[in-house]
């Protein structure tokens, strides 16, 4: 596996980078559990970040660093399913795209709403539907989600089938969901990391306190090994590979989220600090595709057989 970055990814993650620049900051204040932006999601879309994994010089690995990067921002945004796994389908349904399990479609969906694709993957292959506002029950306004979600209240019984591989899709759903949580896990130790460096307890430094030290450390290679795992399961293309990154990107979420909220105190519980923007979403993403469990199953079932 390559670990250094070429030329063509350096150039492309330069430009997300400098495009999700003004969103860097989150606006808290009067602001919900969960942020979006029409303008960077547009911004996205015309500068053609969510089709990189079509350009032969770039594929899924450059289609992984933009998702792992735009998952670091505050603003919550439709590119993994779009980046991932839309291409493997069709390239041109319209977004948001939505992925449900069949048999589990009473699980909440990320950012569903009229208009959304919703792609149903399972037994009976993948198909495809537009949501309608009848189609669809909002979440209780005090449910802790930091992505835009809803639920499913019907189905139709018309769908579109498409010749994708149901088993192949699914890989690259957990591709998708690996580089997500794996941004994510950056973010939200960054964000603790500095907090703790800022905050001063017995006139030092929460971070120069040798205990929290040692499990910022520990957090540190969580967050690397899950940056690594997704991006060597865009690489190889082996649902085996997919199936351990999600598993340790949805372990490690499982292992630090508690702890950063810890280690901010009072703050930790309130929203008037960002943290909850990444910790939350990735609460949500530890139980996508059946969570850990599945994951180690689906894991042994590539590498042992069924």
Request: aromatic letters at 8%.
């Amino acid at each position: 596996m390559q670990l250094a970055l070429n030329e063509d990814q350096r150039q492309v993650l330069d430009f997300v980078e400098a495009l999700a620049r003004p969103f860097a900051s989150a606006p808290l204040h009067d602001a919900g559990l969960a942020l979006e932006s029409a303008e960077l999601d547009a911004a996205l879309v015309e500068n053609g970040f969510l089709d990189v994994q079509a350009v032969e010089e770039l594929g899924p690995v450059t289609a992984a660093l933009v998702v792992e990067k735009l998952a670091r921002l505050p603003f919550a945004v439709e590119a993994a399913f779009s980046a991932l796994v839309r291409p493997l389908i069709d390239p041109d349904l319209p977004r948001p795209i939505c992925l449900v399990e069949e048999g589990r479609t009473r699980t909440p969906v990320r950012f569903l709403r009229p208009g959304a694709t919703v792609v149903v993957v399972g037994a009976s292959g993948v198909r495809s539907f537009t949501a309608r506002e009848e189609q669809i029950a909002p979440a209780q306004e005090d449910t802790l989600y930091a992505y835009p979600v809803a639920f499913l209240a019907d189905m139709p019984e018309a769908m579109t089938l498409h010749a994708a591989d149901s088993a192949e899709i699914t890989r690259a759903w957990r591709v998708a969901m690996a580089a997500e949580a794996a941004g994510l896990l950056g973010a939200a130790l960054a964000s603790t990391v500095t907090y703790v460096s800022e905050r001063k307890q017995f006139g030092r430094p929460l971070a120069t306190f040798q205990a929290m030290r040692h499990r910022l450390a520990e957090a540190q290679v969580l967050t690397n090994c899950a940056y690594w795992l997704a991006m060597r399961a865009a690489a190889t293309g082996e649902a085996a590979d997919a199936a351990m990154a999600l598993l340790h990107a949805q372990e490690a979420a499982r292992r630090v989220c508690y702890d950063y909220h810890q280690f901010l105190g009072g703050m930790g519980m309130t929203l008037e600090h960002p943290l909850h923007l990444w910790t939350y979403r990735l609460k949500l993403l530890t139980s996508e595709l059946g969570g850990r469990g599945e994951q180690g199953l689906a894991a042994a079932a590539a590498l042992w057989g069924e």
